[in-house]
């Protein structure tokens, strides 16, 4: 998990506090990872499928995940410092893989061409997930598959005060990330079908990002 310094001309785009919060991401999931949240991408990605799509790949922590046999594997990306970093962790891996610089909510994709769309801690980054998720159906064959692992509001009285109160100061610091969204809602009304979900806690992490959920949404007309 390289966190060295990423020359200025690579990034080009990206703001300063992008280019820290980029070299920091690693270090600052690190525990959060070998607390459980590797394992959860394990087991969510391995059920990834055909042409599979991911949505903001980061730094590439899913890349040992997926499973070989992908027809294949395309990781968009809209942070120019983040790429940087995927594209290093893409080299090690030695995964065949199309890097692209676009954003979830216009994916360059043609309708309905995708098996499967990955998003884990994305739809609580992006300024209103309800695009997003008409471009996950749009570009989602008939029975084509989300595969997603958010972190979400806390059913916690308390804890979705505190949510809501860090809300705007951590959305400076975590680069648009939204800690009190009510991400199963918006996935349930955005017209796919939710299979099994599963709640869990990002341990290793600040309490008002732990409340998880990961699961599977499907596009509806086989």
């Known amino acids: 998990m390289s966190s060295s310094a990423v020359p200025a001309e690579t990034v080009k785009g990206s703001s300063r506090w992008a280019r ?33 799509v991911e949505l903001g790949s980061g730094t590439g922590l899913n890349l040992g995940y997926y499973p070989d046999g992908l027809d294949e594997l395309i990781l968009t990306e809209p942070e120019a410092a983040m790429r940087v970093r995927l594209a290093r962790r893409l080299g090690r891996h030695r995964r065949p893989a199309r890097v692209l610089d676009a954003s979830a909510e216009r994916l360059p994709l043609e309708d309905a061409t995708v098996d499967t769309v990955v998003s884990t801690l994305v739809l609580c980054t992006v300024d209103d997930p309800d695009p997003v998720l008409r471009e996950i159906e749009r570009v989602l064959r008939p029975g084509g598959r989300l595969l997603f692992l958010e972190h979400v509001r806390s059913r916690s009285p308390r804890l979705a005060h505190w949510q809501d109160r860090l809300a705007e100061p951590w959305r400076r610091f975590a680069e648009g990330c939204h800690c009190n969204r009510d991400t199963l809602e918006l996935i349930r009304a955005s017209g796919l079908e939710i299979g099994d979900v599963q709640e869990a806690t990002w341990r290793g992490m600040v309490p008002i990002v732990r409340p998880l959920i990961t699961g599977v949404a499907t596009k509806g007309g086989h």
């Open 20 to 52: 820290v919060f980029a070299a920091l991401y690693d270090p600052l999931l690190w525990l959060g990872e070998k607390a459980g949240m590797g394992a959860r991408r394990q087991n969510l990605l391995g059920d990834a499928r055909g042409r599979t």
